[in-house]
């Protein structure tokens, strides 16, 4: 299902647009000014942008600056033809004027949508934890919702999955029906992080390797600030009731033990050949 994120402060004009789109099938995430998209937008990408251009805060212009990758339609106000043109020429989708018909919208999405097919979702499970690559969302599959709810470490929503019940925070779903999850929001950083690990479990990665990787993915991750996003990692970890398996290996890196714990050579690794090789 595709995901289109609405930034439009208009209460009246949002809560249309988020029904209308919603009927039609789209996931749909609501940002109600410039400053709240660009928060949003440092963290997660949908497959469509609905902008409109005089927000509170950051103005659409300055959103724009901002987004790579993604197509956007503007919706607003100002119809100055030279206006149009400067935003279509500098990589804008689409741009309609308000107000303007929602069967034109829903088509017009329809085109932009078709020219930027939907990656392929990316999920990386150990054990019962599941890393969605692209929303940056993990969750903790299986357990008793009630021991979940009551587990130590923070607080989080115990939710029985269902095709209309099990809405993420920034309104995606997960598919898994059925299952009972507790789950938490990455930052784009700590994606990278557990996604590599993930990828070479049981293997040590040296510092120097896993920012050079993890840099693919994310630009505000340095040698100083490692510790600190791996910190954070751990405890969303707890915090959904993950066993936390992210062990430092003294003056070589980090490894994900995949539960080898009896194993005491995955900590213990001195041989060159027995470092992750990435």
């Known amino acids: 299902m595709r995901r289109i994120l609405v930034i439009e402060d208009d209460l009246a004009i949002g809560n249309m647009l988020e029904e209308v789109l919603q009927k039609a099938g789209y996931r749909v995430t609501h940002a109600w000014s410039g400053t709240e998209a660009a928060l949003l937008l440092a963290n997660w990408r949908p497959d469509l942008i609905l902008l409109d251009l005089m927000l509170p805060g950051m103005s659409g212009e300055e959103v724009l600056k901002r987004i790579k990758g993604v197509p956007v339609i503007v919706l607003s106000a100002k119809a100055e033809v030279e206006h149009k043109v400067a935003l279509l020429l500098g990589g804008v989708s689409d741009y309609m004027t308000k107000p303007f018909d929602t069967k034109e919208l829903l088509a017009r999405i329809q085109v932009a949508l078709r020219s930027h097919p939907m990656a392929e ?27 979940e709810a009551s587990a130590e470490g923070e607080t989080l929503a115990v939710e029985e999955t269902s095709a209309e019940e099990k809405t993420l925070a920034e309104g995606d779903r997960l598919t898994d029906a059925g299952d009972r999850q507790r789950q938490a929001h990455l930052t784009r950083t700590e994606c990278a992080v557990l996604k590599l690990f993930l990828q070479n479990p049981s293997q040590v990665i040296p510092r120097s390797r896993l920012l050079d990787r993890i840099s693919q993915d994310t630009p505000d991750c340095t040698e100083g600030s490692l510790k600190m996003h791996i910190s954070n990692l751990r405890k969303k970890l707890k915090a959904i009731g993950c066993e936390d398996r992210i062990e430092a290996v003294w003056g070589i890196g980090f490894l994900w033990n995949d539960g080898f714990k009896d194993q005491k050579k995955s900590l213990q690794i001195k041989s060159q050949a027995e470092i992750c090789e990435l």
Not at 121 to 147: K, P
């Open 121 to 147: 979702a990316e999920i990386l499970t150990a054990g019962d934890l599941r890393l969605d690559v692209q929303s940056g969302m993990i969750c903790r599959i299986g357990g008793d919702a009630e021991e």
